[in-house]
Structures are given as C-alpha cells and as structure tokens.
Nanobody, 120 residues
Framework: QVRLVESGGGLVQAGGSLRLSCAAPGSIRSINDMAWYRQAPEKQRELVARVTRGGSTDYADSVKDRFTISRENAMNTAHLQMNSLKPEDTAVYYC??????????????WGQGTQVTVSS
C-alpha cells in the first residue's frame, strides 16, 4: 500500500490563501496523474483539480481562476495553491496519485486528508 502525506491545511479568513502539499514515497517507479479532492460534511467527495505527468491541468468550475495545481515529478510532490478562499471551500482535502509501484503495478494512492476551514 502506498500512502501519500499531505500538509498545509488550516484556518483562514475569507479572501485569504493557503497552500497544500502532497508527497509520495520515493520507493515507487513513477506517478501518472495527481489530483486534489475535497469532501465537505454530509457531501460527496469531489474532484478539485488534476495535473498530468506532462503538466496538463483541469479544475472544478467552482475553483477555476482561484486555485492552481502544480507538481514536481523529480520530487514526487504536488501542490495546490488556493487564493481568494470562500467559506464554501471548507472541507477535508485529499491528495490522490496514480502510482506505478516498483513491480510495475498501478495503484490509486490516497493521503489521510487535511482540514481547510474558511471563516466568513
């Protein structure tokens, strides 16, 4: 099992910014897509942003022009820069990576989640 490690969540006022980071262990062969999801209380988990290995990105409509996803392939890391935060962005944010392990087997790896709370 591959477990991602997330950091950077916290409490911020509306209009503020946070930067989330996600790191995969070095003991893997490669990573294809990396993505951030979020889950608010009593709501389904939703895709926030995704970045391919080549750097192509796509975003949920609700975060376009406010959030930016990036990655560093050599470091097996991804980041989510969140600007102009709104109370409705409050959720637990999860990192996901499509990992190829050292046996060449694809694995969908998740992080433990990091809480983001935006106060009005």
């Amino acid at each position: 099992q591959v477990r991602l490690v997330e950091s950077g969540g916290g409490l911020v006022q509306a209009g503020g910014s946070l930067r989330l980071s996600c790191a995969a262990p070095g003991s893997i062969r490669s990573i294809n897509d990396m993505a951030w999801y979020r889950q608010a209380p009593e709501k389904q988990r939703e895709l926030v942003a995704r970045v391919t290995r080549g750097g192509s990105t796509d975003y949920a409509d609700s975060v376009k022009d406010r959030f930016t996803i990036s990655r560093e392939n050599a470091m097996n890391t991804a980041h989510l820069q969140m600007n102009s935060l709104k109370p409705e962005d409050t959720a637990v944010y999860y990192c996901k990576a499509d990992v190829i392990n050292n046996n060449g087997i694809p694995i969908g790896a998740w992080g433990q989640g990091t809480q983001v709370t935006v106060s009005s």
